[in-house]
């Protein structure tokens, strides 16, 4: 049996850098991509029971993306999982907003998995075989104070996953959206404001492999926040709009 290959963007740091870990030391080969070459390197340095290999990569790129898979499947092997969690996280505030600083969400978030979908897809459609994981956010099921940028980008990619899943069912392949709460990132630490329910990124990584090696299609964590957030996306508006600003100060 041949060594399983994962494909992961955004794994400088953060989640996705913890998942390249997790994942080769449980003997999987990582393609690790990201902007940060010297991270990916010293990443790929470290010693595991598979093989961790940076691929740098801008997602946005739309051509680097198709060349990165590319050369992955040509020096590596076919990619059996792509994990796409590349990702930006910018506050959004109506005094002082910047249209510029949406659409660096957009394009990052939200182009950046459509390119790395466009790249890894045509191989996994071929082979009618493989798992796509989407990384988007508790963020995304309900419009919460400033994340007018984020929080769009994160649904989309929540419908985005809901909508390619109709067609992958046929195909062979798994597809996933994974859903985080507030996790200890680099992301999160420039947050000013009390995170409930945070949790370690290592911890993180290990509840995100479990996911990966079942078929449910959302993958969240913690789970009490992720049913908090979606019981409060069912009230009516009039009541969800005051109970977040008396829960947010905002």
Known sequence: ?????????????????????????????????????????????????????????????????????ARIEGEVGPVATAVLAAGLHTPVEARRFDAAAVRELVEINLMGVVHAVDAVLPGLIERRAGRLAIVSSVAGYRGLPTSAGYGATKAGLINFAESLKFDLDHLGIVTQVVCPGFVRTPLTDRNPFP?????????????????????AFEITFPRRFALILKLLGLLPDPLYFALMHRMTGK
Do not use: K
């Open 1 to 69: 049996m041949g060594v399983s290959i994962v494909w992961i963007t955004g794994a400088s740091s953060g989640i996705g850098a913890a998942l390249a870990r997790r994942m080769a030391r449980a003997g999987w080969t990582v393609a690790a991509s990201a902007r940060g070459t010297e991270a990916l390197e010293a990443l790929a340095a470290e010693p595991t029971a598979g093989r961790i290999l940076p691929f740098p990569l801008d997602v946005t790129d739309l051509a680097a993306c198709r060349a990165t898979v």
């Open 195 to 215: 995170m409930p329910f945070l949790m370690e990124v290592d911890e993180a990584a290990e509840r995100l492999y479990r996911g990966l090696q079942g078929n």
